[in-house]
Every structure is written in C-alpha cells, then in structure tokens.
C-alpha cells in the first residue's frame, strides 16, 4: 500500500483502503488497530500493528503513521531507501540529553495520580549504522519521518504531507 497517495484525501477513503481488519475503538477515534493478533498488515514486507492518522476540520488526511513492533533493521531500510531514496536527513544522538520528570499527587493523599517524563536529545547528522534517532525524507508532495526507539524496540514511520506540522524539519 502506498500511504502518501491517501494524504490529502477524505477519511471514507482511507477507512475503506485499509479494510475491515481494523477497529479504532479503545484509543480514540484516529488510532486504528488490529484486533486479532493472527492477522497481519505489512509494509514493505514488514508487520505493523497500528495505524494513527490526523485530519484536518474536513476530515481530510494530513498525516499517517504506521507503528511497528521491531525497530528498523539494515534490511528494511534499505526497503526504504529502494522505494523513497536517502533520507535527505539521518539524526543520531549526540551523547547529551536531559530527562525532566513531573508528578501529579491527589490533594488529600500522597498517592501520584499521574506522572509525565520528557526527555530532550541533542542530534547530529549521522549514518543508519549509526542507530539513528529519526530519518527524514523530503518529497515534492509529502514527508516520510522514521522514529526508532531501540528502549522499547519499536518503530513508527509516518508519512505527512508538506505544511504538516512536525517535531523535527530537515534543513
């Protein structure tokens, strides 16, 4: 499937591309996942598990992202790379981070109702071999970004189009 021919597109159009296979009814109305674990959905030959979107007051497609349960392994980034080309940007972690954490506690009790934990990494333009942070691909009508998070051993790829509103934008 090729997402980024579904951006700029209206909801129905992708609800019916992706088929039957999905539900969004536990996380909210924009994450759609595959509820029974013996069915498959890949990309490039690789198994993902989720698919959220974000929509603009139109409920046109602005972006799509596809969350995998492994990380981005030499093999599928040259899959990537095949089909989209180098990444126009490949950031690792320059060594230096800073973790801030905060908790919540009810008022009457010490107990933690809820805990937030932000960590900021200084990047630096690298190589895959290097276990980059995030890739970024710059088309003409759209953004691919490719986050790995080795700790947890997952990937989310996601494909937006230009004018997207994005956490990293490669120079």
Known sequence: MEFEKLLGKHISVFEKVIGNDFENKLHGKY????????????????????????????DVLESISLRFYKIIDKQFYSSLVDKYRVPNSILVPSGSYTITSESITKEDSDSIVASTRKREVDLREGTFNEKPFVMIWKKENFYIQAFLRYEQNISEITFSIDGSPFIIKPK
Do not use: T
């Open 31 to 58: 994450l759609y996942y595959i509820p029974n674990k013996d069915i498959k959905k890949y990309f490039l030959e690789v198994s993902y598990y989720a698919i959220s979107i974000v929509v603009d007051k139109s």
